[in-house]
């Protein structure tokens, strides 16, 4: 892999700074023109320069420096249960997932591929965040405050030309909750989406899986971590805003006591089908953001009242098929039809013109070989 500057994080750390590019080339006593080519990706600094350029911004090597992917190689992001390590065991199961679906790609039923939109420079600012949440809810026609509904996000997915994978791997620690892959050859985002979570979560991941979607260039920088951190801040923005935390957040500094305060992150989470963590971390971000009071709960206290909290809610399997283990056609059906995805379509005409076992489908979709004989049964 080819060595390249790690622009999102040296950003980050130029406005967090203070600096200016300009004021970077004053500084390590560089021409601005020299300095503009390492923000273009058109020239890496030298040894010497790049000891000079970590000390100025305070960044060590690993945070200044990063690899590029090859162009041909599909990129990665899992949103596994927590406690649950990604392995290298992990990253190449998916990477196999991904070599996979590139024949699939010229069975998709899109005239062209937009590819993901862009972000420049996503940082974990919360104005910035704060600001780009508000854009992407006025495309939507949403309320500033109001409730992001699944039918929102997946819109946005299929504007995007996202195709969504439904998957049941069930609820095992093992599992993930969510995988992205993107195809940098063909431009395409695959998004396996496990339906055996609970919904508000399910919604989460959902609005995760578009940070990525949103910011694939740090993906492809080979920042893993910082993609992580954007997808996971981005969701709790889009999902619950800046005038949603500020509605509650006067109800929540009024109340007396830790439990009336959960109490308010209570309501406010059900009223947004989301979890009650989140609603809890985006009020402190707001408060901490404008400077405003904010008096913690006992953890304890909190993570108990999610767990009652999280008993209300049914996994999405549950709501989709009554509970029952559905069919292979019966799930495919209602998941064409709930998350509008050509996925199976395009499986099904993938396999009809070139025939395969049933491990490829075991593999591409990651279930067991019983399970890949009865859906390419009713595939073909």
Excluded at 85 to 104: F, N, V
Excluded at 126 to 155: C, H, M, T, W
Excluded at 263 to 269: D, K, N, P, R, S
Excluded at 292 to 297: A, K, S, Y
């Amino acid at each position: 892999m080819e060595r390249q500057l790690n622009l999102p994080r040296l950003q980050e750390a130029m406005h967090r700074a203070g600096l200016t590019q300009s004021a970077v080339a004053h500084a390590l006593k560089l021409s601005r023109a020299s300095v503009s080519k390492w923000f273009t990706a058109k020239s890496l600094p030298r040894p010497p320069e790049l000891l000079k350029l970590g000390r100025l911004l305070q960044l060590p090597y690993a945070e200044l420096v990063t690899a590029a992917a090859p162009a041909s190689e599909p990129l990665i992001a899992f949103r596994k249960r927590a406690a649950t390590k990604t392995t290298e065991l992990h990253l190449e199961r998916a990477r196999e997932m991904g070599r996979l679906l590139a024949p699939l790609v010229k069975h998709l039923p899109f005239d062209s591929f937009v590819g993901p939109s862009r972000l420049k420079n996503p940082s974990l600012d919360y104005a910035y965040l704060q600001g780009l949440v508000s854009e992407l809810r006025n495309q939507l026609r949403l309320d500033p405050a109001g409730l992001v509904k699944f039918e929102d996000l997946i819109g946005k997915f299929i504007e995007l030309h996202a195709v969504i994978v439904p998957v049941m791997w069930g609820q095992k620690s093992r599992h993930e909750n969510a995988l992205h892959i993107y195809l940098p050859e063909s431009r395409t985002t695959w998004i396996y989406l496990n339906l055996d979570s609970r919904l508000h979560d399910f919604k989460f991941w959902m609005a995760h899986e578009l940070g990525h979607l949103l910011s694939v260039d740090l993906l492809e920088q080979g920042n893993t971590e910082l993609a992580e951190d954007f997808a996971d801040a981005f969701a709790g923005a889009l999902l619950f805003p800046e005038p949603a935390a500020r509605k509650i957040h006067g109800g929540y500094c009024a109340a007396k006591s830790a439990a009336a305060r959960i109490e308010v992150v209570m309501a406010a989470a059900d009223a947004h089908v989301i979890s009650p963590y989140s609603v809890y971390c985006e009020v402190e971000k707001y408060a901490r953001a404008r400077g405003l009071d904010f008096t913690g709960v006992p953890s304890g206290q909190l993570h108990a009242a999610i767990t009652r909290f999280n008993q209300h809610y049914r996994s999405v399997s549950e709501m989709l098929f009554d509970g029952k283990m559905p069919s292979a056609d019966h799930y495919m059906r209602v998941g064409q039809e709930a998350f509008r995805t050509p996925v199976f379509a395009t499986l099904g005409s993938y396999l009809r013109e070139s025939p395969k076992a049933d491990s490829v489908i075991s593999r591409i979709l990651d279930v067991p070989l019983v399970d890949a004989k009865e859906l390419r049964a009713a595939l073909v």
